[in-house]
Nanobody, 114 residues
Framework: VQLQAFGGGLVQPGGSLRLSCAATRSIFSINDMGWYRQAPGKQREFVAASFRGGGTKYIDSVKGRFTISRDNAENTVYLQMNSLEPEDTAVYYC?????????WGQGTLVTVSS
């Protein structure tokens, strides 16, 4: 099973994008979900997590700009990205918080450029 992320694109600095990722109910209902990204020439890194108990976690560089949320009825996790910066340019992926290797999809490219 691969988790596919959608919603990437080209946006100017300061702009916004909303990413989404739908999972099967069997995955979504029992897992904390996360967003990850891989910038050109860099390793993939954790960005944000949404826990089943309602908590969230972010890397420092996106705090106050990105918001992760989950729709339990739709088995979907979202990443609202505001005040985007060129440093946010990356391929964004969703996965469970434990980042299972067999769940990585192709990701969605976010390019922040003027």
């Amino acid at each position: 099973v691969q988790l596919q992320a959608f919603g990437g694109g080209l946006v100017q600095p300061g702009g916004s994008l909303r990413l989404s990722c739908a999972a099967t109910r069997s995955i979504f209902s029992i897992n904390d979900m996360g967003w990850y990204r891989q910038a050109p020439g860099k390793q993939r890194e954790f960005v944000a997590a949404s826990f089943r108990g309602g908590g969230t976690k972010y890397i420092d560089s996106v705090k106050g700009r990105f918001t992760i949320s989950r729709d339990n009825a739709e088995n979907t996790v979202y990443l609202q990205m505001n005040s985007l910066e060129p440093e946010d340019t990356a391929v964004y992926y969703c996965n469970t918080f434990r980042a299972r290797s067999d769940y990585w999809g192709q990701g969605t490219l976010v390019t922040v450029s003027s």
